[in-house]
């Protein structure tokens, strides 16, 4: 009853949602042999970007890590990112209600492994399974390069930020991750093409690019370069964790 009520509200300001297609928003740019889209845009510039930012983060006193780390924590948290991302998506997201990863068991022409898996322009990233990635990657270099697994987290940890802001804007402009359908009259309030209802729903992605994205780089940034908080193992990641969970 709570869910029909839900959609009687939010059907009633159906006329006066914007209509996504009407922004005129296109997924990426035509190079002519090739589509560069926009998702893949930005995680290239959170990845970029965060790199940067850590090669001057460890200039600062406190570091437990030397250049020759961050070079290494680039590489393999960049594999991190696509790998774990894309197979956490075929895991988590490519069930539908059969609940067994389309991914890892329909082939083309019989053929394996599935190439789908690899058609990363085509979009399909997990958050959880690009952490995991991360998460990994990061372990591997701290054992490898003998230093602190939980103040070289705390380091990544002021840097992630960054991809969740352009990567929720690029969800946006994908028309994807919409959210619940509006209780009232909201003059943001957008109709997806995506949307099987059709009901005006709340862009939430642009809600978490604000909010765990833009608000979180302010957070974290202000912690590390003003107070004493690098310091402390594990409070930076602690930071970060709360301010996903929150947002």
């Known amino acids: 009853m709570v869910l029909l009520s839900l959609l009687a509200d939010a059907s009633q300001y159906a006329d006066h949602a914007i209509r996504f297609e009407d922004l005129g ?10 589509e560069l889209r926009f998702y893949s845009l930005a995680y290239l510039a959170g990845i970029v970007l965060g790199y940067w930012h850590l090669t001057k983060m460890i200039k600062a006193p406190g570091s437990p890590m ?35 990863p389309s991914m ?49 987290a705390d380091y990544i940890a002021v840097n992630v930020p960054f991809g969740m802001m352009f990567g929720r804007i690029a969800n946006f402009i994908n028309g994807e991750l919409w959210g619940r359908p509006v209780e009232s009259d909201v003059p943001w309030a957008m109709s997806f093409p995506t949307d099987p209802l059709g009901l005006p729903r709340h862009p939430s992605q642009l809600y978490e690019a604000g909010l765990e994205g833009a608000l979180l780089i302010v957070v974290m940034l202000l912690l590390f370069w003003k107070t004493r908080a690098r310091w402390r193992p594990g409070l930076l990641v602690g930071v970060f964790t709360a301010g996903i969970a929150l947002a």
């Open 104 to 152: 890892f068991t329909h082939f083309t022409a019989g053929q394996f492994p599935s190439w789908d898996l690899l058609r990363l322009w085509d979009g399909g990233m997990s958050f959880h399974g690009g952490l995991i990635g991360v998460l990994a990657a990061i372990a591997w270099v701290c054992r490898s390069g003998k230093i602190n697994f939980l103040r070289t």
């Open 66 to 100: 030397a250049q020759r780390h961050a070079d290494d924590l680039f590489f393999y948290c960049t594999l991190g990112i696509i790998i774990g991302g894309r197979l956490g998506y075929a895991a988590f997201y490519t069930g539908g209600e059969t609940g067994i």
């Open 25 to 34: 928003l296109r997924k990426g740019i035509d190079l002519g042999f090739m």
